[in-house]
């Protein structure tokens, strides 16, 4: 597959959902590529990417946005509190707000800096006892928390369990947002981006499908 592809895609999904081109934004999730797919992706004219790991992204992104103007670099990985302070610089908008420590973190690191990223507040929509995000019913404190810290929480994030149907998640995500006067929705991967875009997500976090298979090795 390839970007040109996705773009396709999501534009059909976006006119069979009855929503605008323009509503949902591509997050490429560039974790552990090659940099010379990045720089293909760069060079194609795309702009805003996903990291999952503060170093990884600490190594590969001054650089290529000395090389590339205009790039919108969002963590999309869990983040570790003592990896908050460079995060807060690096990244443009952080989608895995997940517990109370981390909020506190961000809120000092804001009020010293005088801004902040945009946030979303990751939800663990299927309760898994691996997978970080605040739990459903913990949701509406944790996000009045937040405000009450005057952090600029933009919306919320999901990741489905795997195996199961996505779509309820990306329901329970958009209620959630809902009830808590929240905009964004960063739900939606390479296997199911376009149900996500059914639902009404504004954000979609797609890697291999753009890139081709990650090597671990």
């Known amino acids: 597959m390839s970007l040109s592809e996705i773009t396709h895609r999501m534009a059909a999904a976006c006119a069979a959902a009855g929503r605008a081109p323009d509503a949902v934004r591509l997050i490429a999730v560039s974790?552990?590529?090659?940099d010379e797919r990045v720089r293909a992706v760069l060079a194609a004219g795309h702009r805003v990417f996903g990291e999952?790991?503060?170093?990884?992204?600490?190594?590969?992104?001054?650089?290529?946005?000395a090389e590339f103007p205009g790039v919108e670099l969002h963590m999309i990985g869990p983040l570790q509190?003592?990896?908050a302070k460079v995060a807060v610089e690096l990244f443009d908008a952080i989608h895995t707000v997940d517990r109370p420590s981390l909020a506190g973190k961000l809120a000092t690191l804001a009020q010293a800096r005088g801004a902040c990223p945009q946030l979303?507040?990751?939800v663990n929509t299927g309760e898994e006892p691996q997978k970080a995000g605040a739990l459903p019913a913990d949701?509406?404190?944790?996000?009045?928390?937040?405000?009450?810290?005057?952090?600029?929480?933009?919306?919320?994030?999901?990741?489905?369990?795997?195996?199961?149907?996505?779509a309820p998640h990306f329901a329970m995500?958009?209620?959630?947002?809902?009830r808590n006067g929240l905009s964004g929705l960063s739900m939606g991967m390479?296997?199911?981006f376009e149900a996500a875009i059914a639902a009404g997500a504004t954000h979609i976090r797609v890697g291999s499908a753009i890139f081709g298979a990650r090597n671990y090795g």
């Open 52 to 65: 999952n790991y503060v170093q990884e992204a600490q190594g590969k992104w001054p650089g290529f946005r």
């Open 31 to 34: 974790k552990v590529q090659p």
């Open 120 to 122: 979303f507040v990751q």
């Open 81 to 83: 509190t003592n990896k």
């Open 190 to 192: 390479s296997s199911d």
């Open 139 to 166: 949701l509406d404190g944790f996000v009045a928390s937040c405000r009450g810290m005057d952090l600029p929480v933009q919306g919320l994030m999901c990741i489905p369990p795997e195996g199961e149907d996505p």
């Open 173 to 178: 995500l958009r209620g959630m947002a809902e």
